[in-house]
Nanobody, 125 residues
Framework: QVQLVESGGGLVQPGDSLRLSCTASGFTLSGNAVAWFRQAPEKEREAVACITMNGGTKYIAESMKGRFAISRDNAKNMVYLQMNNLKTEDTAVYYC??????????????????WGQGTRVTVSS
């Protein structure tokens, strides 16, 4: 089964940082754009960040610019989401997914696949 695996979530306080990791088992991510999405309770899944296959272009959702950063290490088959200055509204389940090709143009969930089970991030004082 082609699936990504997310890790690194947890319970943190406002202002804290977390780094989420995304990896693939049995296949390489080097030819794919990879994106992070999140879904908060009773809300639709929203795009957080995307990185092109060579890491040269990155998309960060407007509300997260300056706080979140996406990176990848193709040698390790890993994609990361660094989240700083976390806010209570960042509480959600975070998912990574891959696109069949390498671009980050128009990041919509329906264009991505191999969804993992997600990792839960809870920001609470």
């Amino acid at each position: 089964q082609v699936q990504l695996v997310e890790s690194g979530g947890g319970l943190v306080q406002p202002g804290d940082s977390l780094r989420l990791s995304c990896t693939a088992s049995g296949f390489t991510l080097s030819g794919n754009a990879v994106a992070w999405f999140r879904q908060a309770p009773e809300k639709e899944r929203e795009a957080v960040a995307c990185i092109t296959m060579n890491g040269g272009t990155k998309y960060i959702a407007e509300s997260m610019k300056g706080r979140f950063a996406i990176s990848r290490d193709n040698a390790k088959n890993m994609v990361y989401l660094q989240m700083n200055n976390l806010k209570t509204e960042d509480t959600a389940v975070y998912y990574c997914a891959k696109r069949p090709y390498g671009s980050c143009r128009i990041v919509v969930a329906s264009d991505f696949g191999a969804w993992g089970q997600g990792t839960r991030v809870t920001v609470s004082s």
